[in-house]
């Protein structure tokens, strides 16, 4: 027998000084220990021994064979909110969808190449918008051909909204009924909606009729303060929706978070009023003399194709500065988007800010704990200290996400100064005309 008890004793001993549990062996032991012993210093070695592996990170169990449980790690439920945080990140990018070539976290030679299956995922996934275009399509606002990334239609629209007067007859005297270009003024006027949606003199400070319609689309917390955009109808008639508003004249409206959310972007980043391009005859005029297509001289002609040039570099350096504030706003836009965590329909939706609340959040309370009603104050108060310090790892771990998730923002930030600054130095340009007669 005591030889035996040595043997259980050094085989315990030596289970806990490993890193993982070892369940069969270490009930072996225990069984070893005390099973048919009925000397009561035998029982009190068994019980000290007991403690001993409690100190260890297990949770005996009496009957032997079963597994040993933990009082307060959850793998599973760990594991899932680390897949959905780390999938619902990528997926919530904007990135520049225009082709799979540009679509790419990473080049398919990488280890890592799988990932480029999430690039904007959360825009592809976030709701479906009208004839199946991505919910951030609206038709009142966005030119065709529509893109598959908010940041690219929101960079076409600046340059393909084009002035009335491409819808002008030659002599401009005259409308063309058939223009099919959705101009500037289109714009604004689809946005606001027909004439029985333009206030009369009475009701244009009317809350009840005329402001409480859009007021909730021009709150800046529409867009950031929910963690998932809700995609239900607050109305009864669900096509009053904003993308089946545009044939019925009501004008850019909304009848949930997400449609909310999407067109305080649209208001805040002056879509609804598009920037004015070149006039039909001012760059008629430039382009015909450019192109010596008109009677001019050798000078004129290249003065004409100086100024062209000019005004279309001019105009992609604005369209580029301008996607840096689009990106940025659609970067928090796409975190509160639903994202589906699998491709069946009863996969779970989730959302990054979701997730990212979950993950900082779910040990401070979780409404979905469900073992013993214990919350994870409650089962840290009673783990042992090797089951703490195993928690504490997996905090860690979590801790270098968030990390790196404000190393990710701050890139931005950095970004958005970067363009500040680089108006700022184009206000003090060196003055060319400084070399001209006569100046000093």
């Known amino acids: 027998m005591i030889i035996k008890t040595n043997r259980a004793i050094i085989s315990l001993v030596a289970i806990m000084s490993i890193s993982q549990p070892a369940t069969a062996q270490y009930n072996t032991a225990i069984t070893a220990l005390s099973g048919g012993t009925s000397n009561p210093e035998m029982k009190k070695l068994v019980k000290y021994l007991k403690n001993m592996g409690m100190y260890f990170g297990y949770q005996i169990n009496e009957q032997p064979g079963q597994a040993p449980s933990s009082e307060l790690l ?8 680390q897949s959905y945080a780390m999938t619902t990140f990528l997926g919530s990018l904007p990135v520049n ?27 592809n996934q976030g709701g479906s918008g009208a004839g199946g275009n991505p919910a951030f399509i609206q038709p009142l606002i966005d030119q065709q051909t529509y893109q598959q990334d908010p940041v690219s239609q929101s960079v076409l629209n600046i340059l393909a909204t084009p002035d009335m007067s491409f819808c002008l007859s030659n002599d401009k005297k005259s409308f063309q009924s058939n223009c099919s270009f959705m101009y500037k003024d289109l714009v604004s006027a689809g946005v606001i909606g027909n004439m029985n949606q333009t206030p009369n ?52 409206t909304a009848s949930n978070q997400q449609q909310n959310a999407a067109n305080f972007i649209n208001y805040v980043t002056d879509a609804v009023t598009p920037i004015p391009l070149a006039n039909k005859t001012d760059y008629s005029d430039a ?52 994202q589906k965590q699998g491709t069946s329909s009863a996969a779970p939706e989730t959302s990054q800010a979701m997730s990212e609340f979950t993950m900082a959040t779910n040990r401070l309370y979780n409404p979905s704990q469900s073992q013993n009603g214990q919350q994870w104050i409650d089962k840290i108060n009673s783990a042992s200290p090797a089951t703490v310090q195993k928690e504490i790892a997996i905090l860690l771990a979590e801790i270098n996400y968030q990390m790196y998730l404000s190393r990710q923002q701050d890139e931005r930030l950095l970004l958005t100064n970067s363009i500040l600054l680089l108006q700022n130095i184009k206000q003090t340009l060196p003055d060319p005309t400084q070399l001209k007669a006569g100046q000093d």
């Open 74 to 81: 959850d793998k599973a439920a760990t594991q899932v909110i």
């Open 97 to 123: 969808a225009i082709s799979t070539a540009f679509s790419k976290f990473v080049p398919d030679s990488s280890n890592y190449n799988q990932i480029n299956a999430f690039a904007n995922s959360t825009f």
């Open 201 to 252: 003199p009475q009701d244009f400070f009317n809350y009840s009729n005329y402001i409480k319609n859009f007021l909730p689309q021009l709150n800046s917390n529409t867009l950031i303060s929910p963690l998932w955009y809700d995609t239900s109808s607050t109305q009864s008639d669900t096509s009053s929706s904003s993308q089946g508003a545009a044939q019925e004249g009501k004008g850019l």
């Open 287 to 338: 382009y015909n003399k450019a192109k010596g297509l008109t009677k001019v001289t050798p000078l004129e002609q290249a003065q004409a194709q100086y100024r062209l040039d000019n005004y279309l570099a001019s105009l992609r350096a604005y369209a580029s500065k301008a996607s840096v504030v689009m990106g940025n706003i659609y970067y928090i836009y796409g975190k509160r988007l639903v």
